[in-house]
Every structure is written in structure tokens, then in C-alpha cells.
């Protein structure tokens, strides 16, 4: 597969990275666990189907010291045990916040108090951000077809 767009050769694109990549550093430092960080970032790229960033995300989250076994169990995660409470709660409040458009009414009531109940207000605001934004950079990539399979781990960093 061949991009749509060469996103790395627009100097528009190179200024939104720019911001994109200070957030996603914002959120690295935001005292949410980066375990549960790269969790979420794998579920809502397999729910949008963002082959590039289940790549990258994967990637970094083996060179992070995340065992395959709980990367292999992601998408079934309800039915795994190998996940904490919280990071179960992280979860379930990623596939309601990126499937938005499928459940009247968004989030629920249930699901947010879980996830709060695990989350001090700073990491549940890094949570709800961190959601946000891959979503908008799965969709990103979508559009444009960014070819998967080729990301070395930091090379974003």
C-alpha cells in the first residue's frame, strides 16, 4: 500500500506533528501509568482499525517491557485476566469514547464512574485527552492510508 499523502513532507503537517507530539509528551508525563497508556492506544487503533498505529504502539509497548501475552489479549480484554482493575476501567472507557457514534449517549454514567474510581482527576484528564487524540490521529491515518509495518521503536520521539 502507498500513502495518500506524504504527511512528513508538508510543512502544515510538520507544524501539527509539532503540537501532536508536545501533547503526547504532556500526557507521558502526566502521572497516568504508561502501561495503560499504550493500552488504550492499542484498542482504540484496533477498534479504528489503524494498522500504523498498532505498529507503532505495539512496538513501543514491547520495548517498554509489556509482556506479548497481555499485547496478544488486548482486544479480548474482558475475557483476559491479565489486567488490572484499572487498567480494565481505562479500557472500557476507550471502546465507549471511540465508539461514540455507535452508543446513544456516549459514555456512560457506569463506565465513568469505574474509571474514575481507579483515576485521580490528573490521570482521568490525561485519560479522556489520550482517548481523544488517538482517535484523531487513527482517523488521520486512515484517510491518508498510512502503510503499516515499517515503524522502529522511537522513531517519534
Given at each position: 500500500?502507498?500513502a495518500?499523502l506524504?504527511?512528513?513532507?508538508?510543512?502544515?503537517?510538520?507544524?501539527?506533528?509539532?503540537h501532536?507530539l508536545?501533547?503526547?509528551?504532556?500526557?507521558?508525563?502526566?502521572?497516568?501509568?504508561?502501561?495503560?497508556?499504550?493500552?488504550?492506544?492499542?484498542?482504540?487503533?484496533?477498534?479504528?482499525g489503524?494498522?500504523?498505529?498498532?505498529?507503532?504502539?505495539?512496538?513501543?509497548?514491547?520495548?517498554?517491557?509489556?509482556?506479548?501475552?497481555?499485547?496478544?489479549?488486548?482486544?479480548?480484554?474482558?475475557?483476559?485476566?491479565?489486567?488490572?482493575?484499572?487498567?480494565?476501567?481505562?479500557?472500557?472507557?476507550?471502546?465507549?469514547g471511540?465508539?461514540?457514534?455507535?452508543?446513544a449517549?456516549?459514555?456512560?454514567?457506569?463506565?465513568?464512574?469505574?474509571?474514575?474510581?481507579?483515576?485521580?482527576?490528573?490521570?482521568?484528564?490525561?485519560?479522556?485527552?489520550?482517548?481523544?487524540?488517538?482517535?484523531?490521529?487513527?482517523r488521520?491515518?486512515?484517510?491518508?492510508?498510512?502503510?503499516?509495518?515499517?515503524?522502529?521503536?522511537?522513531?517519534?520521539?
Amino acid at each position: 500500500m502507498e500513502a495518500r499523502l506524504n504527511l512528513f513532507a508538508s510543512p502544515a503537517t510538520g507544524k501539527v506533528f509539532k503540537h501532536l507530539l508536545a501533547a503526547g509528551k504532556a500526557l507521558t508525563d502526566s502521572g497516568l501509568p504508561l502501561a495503560t497508556q499504550e493500552l488504550v492506544k492499542i484498542r482504540a487503533s484496533q477498534i479504528n482499525g489503524c494498522a500504523v498505529c498498532l505498529d507503532m504502539h505495539s512496538k513501543e509497548a514491547a520495548a517498554a517491557g509489556e509482556t506479548a501475552l497481555r499485547l496478544n489479549l488486548v482486544a479480548a480484554w474482558r475475557e483476559a485476566t491479565v489486567f488490572t482493575d484499572a487498567e480494565r476501567a481505562a479500557l472500557e472507557l476507550t471502546e465507549q469514547g471511540t465508539r461514540v457514534a455507535d452508543g446513544a449517549g456516549g459514555v456512560s454514567g457506569e463506565v465513568w464512574a469505574n474509571a474514575a474510581k481507579h483515576y485521580e482527576d490528573d490521570q482521568l484528564t490525561a485519560l479522556v485527552i489520550l482517548i481523544s487524540l488517538m482517535n484523531a490521529v487513527n482517523r488521520l491515518n486512515i484517510i491518508t492510508q498510512q502503510p503499516a509495518g515499517g515503524y522502529e521503536v522511537g522513531m517519534l520521539h
